[in-house]
């Protein structure tokens, strides 16, 4: 497959896909998938997230009822094909996947959140909502598995949380908040 790029547009909701020419350092458009559950105003951010071995890319609106959708990516072109959609509990500005599940961070709500990812990729159902310092941004999978960071943008701290490798619910490590210099608001690990 060539190297294939993939752009979010939040105002229209759409993912615009590119094959990137890397010897010229040039992108080429290839065309656009629509993110279905539009029904709104525009979001402020359309926040993506590409599943381990690059076959599935998920993508959250900010908008009522907050749907996400998982979209296949075929392997030969990177063609995106919306597979489901299912609803997070918040507007999340930031999505990763993590070993037990998709991982979010909603800004305006303060909190992060564990939705289960069922075995054909689509999003299944919140397994657990966390409150967070305000404006929590980013959340991430640690480096070994049962490791999670998180952002606090008003907290000034960066979260360490731990996920239990059975059940994938968070909980406070026993250092939970690294402290940052006052008024830095950590957004993105």
Same mark, same amino acid.
């Given at each position: 497959?060539?190297?294939?790029?993939y752009v979010a547009c939040a105002g229209p909701t759409e993912i615009h896909r590119f094959a990137l020419d890397e010897d010229r350092d040039e992108l080429a458009a290839l065309d656009v998938v629509a993110v279905p559950g539009h029904d709104g105003p525009s979001p402020s951010n359309l926040p993506m997230a590409l599943a381990p071995g690059h076959a599935t890319l998920y993508a959250a609106l900010r908008t009522p009822p907050y749907p996400v959708t998982a979209f296949a990516i075929d392997p030969a072109s990177g063609k995106l094909t919306a597979r489901a959609t299912a609803h997070l509990p918040a507007p999340m500005a930031y999505i990763s996947v993590g070993h037990r599940g998709l991982l979010a961070a909603s800004y305006t709500q303060g909190l992060v959140s564990?939705?289960?990812? +069922?075995? %054909?990729?689509?999003?299944?159902?919140?397994?657990?909502?966390l409150e967070t310092p305000p404006k929590a941004h980013c959340i991430v999978p640690g480096r070994h598995r049962g490791i999670v960071y998180a952002t +606090?943008? %008003?907290g000034n701290a960066i979260m360490v949380l731990r996920q239990d490798p059975d059940a994938g619910r968070l909980a406070p490590a026993d250092a939970h908040l690294v402290t940052c210099r006052p008024g830095s608001g950590p957004r993105h690990l």
């Open positions: 497959m060539p190297t294939v790029v564990v939705s289960t990812i +069922t075995p %054909d990729a689509s999003v299944g159902s919140t397994l657990q909502v +606090t943008v %008003d």
